[in-house]
C-alpha cells in the first residue's frame, strides 16, 4: 500500500540574495501458478527498455547506494521495468552522460541542469525533493565554522583557508561565491586557499579534521552530518546561510514516451512516507517542477559570468 503525499501546489518561492513467460500456456500443475506469475514478472521487466538514472555524488559511494536502494525498488515495482541508478564519479561526469545520452534521467543541481542545456542534452525538470524541514521543495545553502573560530563574518574569512564542494554546486559554490562577491571578496584571491573536494560529505569533512577554515554547503546537508555525531552544534556553527534555493531536479530526457514520463510522475508523487532521498535530503516526498523555477538560479550565473569576465 503507498500512502500518498500531498502536492505542493504552490510554485517555489524564490529571493535570492543577490540576483537561483509472458504468461506461459496454462500448466496442468497447480504447484507452478506462483513460478509462473514471477517468471510473467521478470519477462516483463526483460521486454521493456531498462531505465538508466544517473546521480551526481553528494555522500561516500557505500551511503548513496544504501539511500539509492529503496527508491530502486520502489520504481521497479511501480513502473514494472528495470531501472538501473549510476553513481557519477563527480559533477561533470552525469551531465557528460546526460549530453551523450547514456542515460535517460538524471539526478543533478540547478547549475548542472544548466551545464547540460548549454551542451545541448535535450532534458526537462521532472521532480524535486520538498525538504522536510521547510515542508516546501527548496532548501538553503550555507558557510560553516567551527563553533570557537574568531570568524564571524564573511570579510573574517579573508587569508583563511575555504572548501567549495565543485564549481558545478549550486550550494556548494554558486550560492556562496555570490554572497561573497556582493561583498567584494574573490576567493582565488583573497583566501590562503580554495579547495574543492568534490562532495558535500568529503568538503564537510575537511572541517572536521582541520584542514580548512570553513566550508560551503548547504543546511539539508549540515543537518544529516550532525545526525551521524560529526559536525555538531557543539562543534561548529553556521557564519552565512542563504535565501532559499530550488532544490536539485530530477531531470528526464524529453525523447522518453510521453507516457512513461506520466507513470515517472505518478510514481514519484506517491512515494511511501520515509523514504530518504538519494542524495542525502531529509525529504518528505515530491513535488513536479518547471523549467522557469529554475530562472532565478540561471540568472545569478549568468551575472556571476558576467561580473568576472568584466575583471579580467
Same mark, same amino acid.
Given at each position: 500500500?503507498?500512502?500518498?503525499?500531498?502536492?505542493?501546489?504552490?510554485?517555489?518561492?524564490?529571493?535570492?540574495?543577490?540576483?537561483?513467460?509472458?504468461?506461459?500456456?496454462?500448466?496442468?500443475?497447480?504447484? $507452478?501458478?506462483?513460478? #509462473? =506469475?514471477?517468471?510473467?514478472?521478470?519477462?516483463?521487466?526483460?521486454? %521493456? +527498455?531498462?531505465? *538508466?538514472?544517473?546521480?551526481?555524488?553528494?555522500?561516500?559511494?557505500?551511503?548513496?547506494?544504501?539511500?539509492?536502494?529503496?527508491?530502486?525498488?520502489?520504481?521497479?515495482?511501480?513502473?514494472?521495468?528495470?531501472?538501473?541508478?549510476?553513481?557519477?564519479?563527480?559533477?561533470?561526469?552525469?551531465?557528460?552522460?546526460?549530453?551523450?545520452?547514456?542515460?535517460?534521467?538524471?539526478?543533478?543541481?540547478?547549475?548542472?541542469?544548466?551545464?547540460?542545456?548549454?551542451?545541448?542534452?535535450?532534458?526537462?525538470?521532472?521532480?524535486?525533493?520538498?525538504?522536510?524541514?521547510?515542508?516546501?521543495?527548496?532548501?538553503?545553502?550555507?558557510?560553516?565554522?567551527?563553533?570557537?573560530?574568531?570568524?564571524?563574518?564573511?570579510?573574517?574569512?579573508?587569508?583563511?583557508?575555504?572548501?567549495?564542494? $565543485?564549481?558545478?554546486? #549550486? =550550494?556548494?559554490?554558486?550560492?556562496?561565491?555570490?554572497?561573497?562577491? %556582493? +561583498?567584494?571578496? *574573490?576567493?582565488?584571491?583573497?583566501?590562503?586557499?580554495?579547495?574543492?573536494?568534490?562532495?558535500?560529505?568529503?568538503?564537510?569533512?575537511?572541517?572536521?579534521?582541520?584542514?580548512?577554515?570553513?566550508?560551503?554547503?548547504?543546511?539539508?546537508?549540515?543537518?544529516?552530518?550532525?545526525?551521524?555525531?560529526?559536525?555538531?552544534?557543539?562543534?561548529?556553527?553556521?557564519?552565512?546561510?542563504?535565501?532559499?534555493?530550488?532544490?536539485?531536479?530530477?531531470?528526464?530526457?524529453?525523447?522518453?514516451?510521453?507516457?512513461?514520463?506520466?507513470?515517472?510522475?505518478?510514481?514519484?508523487?506517491?512515494?511511501?512516507?520515509?523514504?530518504?532521498?538519494?542524495?542525502?535530503?531529509?525529504?518528505?516526498?515530491?513535488?513536479?517542477?518547471?523549467?522557469?523555477?529554475?530562472?532565478?538560479?540561471?540568472?545569478?550565473?549568468?551575472?556571476?559570468?558576467?561580473?568576472?569576465?568584466?575583471?579580467?
Amino acid at each position: 500500500m503507498h500512502l500518498s503525499l500531498p502536492k505542493v501546489s504552490n510554485k517555489i518561492f524564490l529571493v535570492l540574495a543577490v540576483m537561483f513467460a509472458f504468461l506461459a500456456p496454462s500448466c496442468t500443475v497447480p504447484e $507452478s501458478n506462483t513460478a #509462473t =506469475s514471477e517468471q510473467e514478472s521478470l519477462d516483463s521487466k526483460d521486454n %521493456k +527498455q531498462k531505465l *538508466k538514472i544517473g546521480v551526481l555524488p553528494t555522500q561516500s559511494q557505500a551511503e548513496q547506494q544504501r539511500m539509492i536502494k529503496p527508491l530502486d525498488e520502489y520504481l521497479e515495482k511501480e513502473l514494472r521495468q528495470q531501472v538501473d541508478f549510476q553513481i557519477a564519479k563527480d559533477y561533470k561526469e552525469v551531465v557528460d552522460w546526460l549530453v551523450e545520452e547514456k542515460i535517460d534521467m538524471a539526478y543533478v543541481g540547478a547549475v548542472s541542469y544548466f551545464e547540460a542545456l548549454e551542451r545541448g542534452a535535450e532534458v526537462e525538470p521532472l521532480v524535486a525533493p520538498i525538504d522536510k524541514y521547510t515542508g516546501r521543495p527548496w532548501y538553503r545553502a550555507a558557510i560553516i565554522v567551527n563553533k570557537n573560530s574568531p570568524i564571524q563574518t564573511l570579510q573574517d574569512l579573508k587569508g583563511k583557508r575555504v572548501a567549495f564542494v $565543485s564549481k558545478s554546486s #549550486t =550550494s556548494g559554490y554558486l550560492m556562496p561565491l555570490a554572497a561573497l562577491t %556582493k +561583498q567584494g571578496i *574573490k576567493p582565488e584571491r583573497d583566501f590562503a586557499q580554495v579547495i574543492f573536494p568534490g562532495t558535500h560529505a568529503k568538503t564537510e569533512a575537511m572541517l572536521e579534521d582541520g584542514l580548512v577554515d570553513a566550508v560551503a554547503t548547504n543546511i539539508p546537508s549540515y543537518i544529516k552530518r550532525q545526525k551521524i555525531g560529526k559536525l555538531t552544534p557543539e562543534n561548529s556553527r553556521i557564519l552565512w546561510e542563504s535565501a532559499p534555493v530550488p532544490h536539485s531536479p530530477m531531470l528526464v530526457s524529453k525523447k522518453l514516451p510521453p507516457e512513461l514520463i506520466k507513470e515517472l510522475k505518478r510514481a514519484f508523487l506517491n512515494t511511501p512516507a520515509g523514504m530518504e532521498d538519494i542524495v542525502g535530503t531529509q525529504a518528505a516526498g515530491y513535488t513536479l517542477v518547471v523549467a522557469s523555477d529554475y530562472a532565478p538560479i540561471e540568472q545569478l550565473r549568468v551575472q556571476l559570468h558576467l561580473n568576472s569576465q568584466g575583471a579580467k
